[in-house]
């Protein structure tokens, strides 16, 4: 039976499975549920399983023929602390959680590949499925690579995939160089001398101060930055006195904010840059500042080996509706734990056309389980063809 037959007979397993992962949506290190639902497809369908790396992730590992080669394929299993407002027969259970990103698509998708080739086992070599954590900022790849994952599963090479709204369902995206943003935390908080405030003469105001930086802040990617390389700084936080004494400048001012990049050196340059800016603003209003730079994910940057393998993968399944320049993202992935241990790729799979409008982490996001077949067929081709027979 062709592949596409196959994966058309798994199809109503599949989407039941897809359906009841997002009535039951679970939030990062929380994925009891779900991790016990793929370990047990897992173990099903012959695989060695390795449950419990970064508490909640499971690896299950297919080994077929005397192939050298080792791959690792990875999907997300966490949903996002926030509510589902759409109707639908298999709407969120859990009030206040919902798999508005599609990672119980992804976790389906890499289900359906296993379970085929499994069955199949038209390849000759070493699979590692991991089924990752906590993906939604918690800190799940890093979890898992410090609890062990390349030293447990060496993989010569690891792929990545997400859905993206706007690509038709029989379209991917795979595109070498950068793909997603780091996307690291920065907190700056100026202290002065409360005062007075009709007395601002007696005392160190922090606020105005705070003012001058924020108003100087985007000067960093404006004047600072190289104009050819992409940065963003944004303070998405100031929390300083109260609307009930507004009579009073207060001792203190916290912002915080993110940085966004895709190479190391303008990562490295806004960690340098944000704090020096705080420093000099401070020096400036005689007052007293802390500035703590916290890095949380590298960019996600294709190799170009990795790309060429998933392209000719995506090539093979998608033939001609394969977008080979999409336009990075600023979001960020922790799959640059993973991409960072071996040559990695980070694909785009479409989810059709943005229903209602509603993107990655709207309330009414939905994966369409009509990009099921595609993803599946990704994954196994990617597999067959590296490490072919
Ligand atoms: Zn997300
Ligand atoms: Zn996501």
Same mark, same amino acid.
């Given at each position: 039976m062709p592949l596409q037959d196959l994966i058309q007979a798994d199809l109503p397993f599949l989407r039941n499975l897809r359906q009841d992962l997002h009535a039951h949506p679970e939030l990062g290190f929380e994925e009891e549920r779900t991790s016990g639902i793929v370990a047990s497809l897992l173990e099903e369908a012959g695989f060695q399983v390795h449950r419990g790396l970064g508490k909640t992730g499971v690896v299950g590992t297919l080994q077929v023929g005397n192939g050298m080669r080792t791959i690792g394929l990875r999907a997300d299993m966490d949903a996002l602390a926030m509510p589902e407002h759409a109707e639908r027969p298999y709407q969120s259970k859990f009030p206040g959680k919902m798999h508005a990103c599609g990672h119980d698509g992804h976790t389906t998708l890499l289900l359906g590949a296993a379970r085929y080739l499994a069955r199949i086992r038209k390849f000759s070599g070493t699979v590692h499925f991991i089924f990752q954590p906590a993906e939604e900022g918690r800190g799940g790849a890093k979890?898992?690579? !410090?609890?062990?994952?390349?030293? /447990?599963f060496p993989c010569n090479a690891v792929y990545g995939l997400h859905n993206m709204p706007g690509l @038709?369902? *029989?379209e991917m995206a795979v595109t070498a160089g950068p793909q997603l943003a780091s996307s690291d935390s920065w907190f700056v908080t100026f202290m002065g001398v409360g005062t007075h405030g009709a007395k601002p003469h007696l005392g160190k105001d922090p606020i105005t101060a705070s003012g001058h930086f924020l108003a100087a802040l985007q000067t960093i990617v404006g004047r600072v930055v190289n104009p050819l390389q992409p940065a963003v700084v944004s303070a998405c936080s100031v929390q300083a006195g109260d609307q009930? +004494? /507004? *009579?009073?400048?207060?001792?203190?001012? !916290?912002?915080? #904010?993110? +940085? %966004?990049?895709?190479? =190391?050196e303008v990562r490295d340059q806004l960690e340098a840059e944000i704090g020096r800016l705080a420093k000099g603003i401070a020096a400036m209003f005689d007052i007293n500042?802390?500035?703590?730079? %916290? %890095? %949380?994910i590298p960019p996600v940057i294709n190799h170009a080996d990795a790309t060429?393998? =998933?392209?000719?993968a995506a090539q093979a399944v998608c033939s001609s509706k394969v977008v080979t320049n999409f336009e990075p993202s600023t979001a960020g992935d922790d799959f640059a734990f993973f991409s960072e241990a071996a040559p990695g790729a980070y694909?785009? /799979? #479409? *989810? #059709?056309? @943005?229903? *209602?409008? @509603? /993107?990655?982490?709207? =309330?009414a996001y939905d994966f369409n389980d009509e990009a099921i077949p595609t993803g599946v067929a990704f994954w196994v081709a990617l597999i067959e063809q590296e490490l072919s027979a």
């Open positions: 979890k898992m690579v !410090e609890d062990g994952l390349f030293d /447990l @038709a369902v *029989n009930r +004494a /507004l *009579n009073v400048i207060p001792d203190m001012v !916290e912002i915080g #904010g993110t +940085a %966004r990049a895709y190479s =190391a500042v802390s500035y703590e730079f %916290r %890095r %949380r060429v393998r =998933a392209l000719k694909v785009w /799979l #479409g *989810n #059709g056309p @943005a229903m *209602n409008g @509603a /993107l990655h982490h709207n =309330a």
